[in-house]
């Protein structure tokens, strides 16, 4: 398998544009994870899937953030619009496990930059 | 919700040494605790875990200990090498259907040779 699969991997973008991340998460797996990191809040969780259906969107900042599965290969990530404070790494990783208690697989990230 | 400490926040050793990260967890519930390395321009990658009916686990050149009573566990590095160089982060998440996992802050590791 190749991994988790995010798209794109840079993204530089003006502020109030809509921004669409990808990611293609490990075939087989069960939860899909969205992470954000930045040097001054660390890897923040934003929202996790299992078996497609949101389960904790606790960390989704707010209204301008939302995420979709529609099917088990696939998530995006959407903020409309952007603001610069969103800049940021944001990370998709897979597990195969449905709980938490299991080793996740990270993408390669997308770092996206907010002007 | 679970609150996970992580330090030093960075961390310098020589070629050979040994290093050692704490973490911290406030959720007495917290049965699962992995760490994660992360190098420059990569995603997190699981590197070793422990769970709480254990107290120790080795691996090669790494280990983790555990103390359930006083909530914390370490990662400890011997014969450190430059490729060891990277941010490392601890976590902390029960196996609890809906519960996710709660990262520490990340300590970044430089060996010199």
């Known amino acids: 398998d190749a991994g988790v699969i995010q798209s794109p991997r840079h993204e530089v973008t003006e502020m109030g544009q809509e921004v669409t991340l990808r990611c293609k998460p490990i075939?087989?797996?069960?939860?899909l994870f969205w992470y954000r990191q930045t040097m001054m809040r660390g890897l923040e969780l934003l929202i996790y899937?299992?078996?497609?259906?949101?389960?904790?969107d606790s960390g989704m900042p707010e209204d301008r953030f939302s995420a979709k599965m529609p099917n088990a290969s696939f998530s995006t990530l959407k903020i409309q619009p952007s603001e610069p404070r969103d800049s940021a790494v944001y990370f998709c990783?897979?597990?195969?496990?449905?709980?938490?208690?299991?080793?996740?697989?990270f993408g390669p990230g997308t770092r996206l930059t907010v002007l | 919700g679970e609150n996970v400490e992580q330090h030093p926040s960075t961390l310098s050793v020589q070629e050979g040494d040994s290093a050692v990260i704490k973490c911290t967890y406030s959720?007495?519930?917290?049965?699962?605790f992995p760490w994660y390395k992360q190098e420059l321009g990569k995603g997190p990658q699981l590197i070793i875990d422990i769970r709480s009916n254990v107290g120790e686990k080795k691996d090669q050149r790494i280990a983790v200990t555990l103390n359930k009573t006083a909530k914390h566990f370490s990662l400890h590095i011997t014969e450190t090498q430059p490729e060891d160089s990277a941010v490392y982060f601890c976590a902390a998440t029960t196996n609890q259907a809906g519960t996710a996992l709660i990262f520490g802050k990340g300590t970044t590791l430089s060996v010199s040779s």
């Open positions: 899937f299992n078996n497609n259906v949101p389960i904790d």
């Open positions: 959720d007495s519930a917290s049965n699962y």
């Open positions: 990783a897979s597990s195969l496990a449905r709980t938490g208690d299991d080793e996740q697989f």
């Open positions: 075939s087989g797996h069960n939860s």
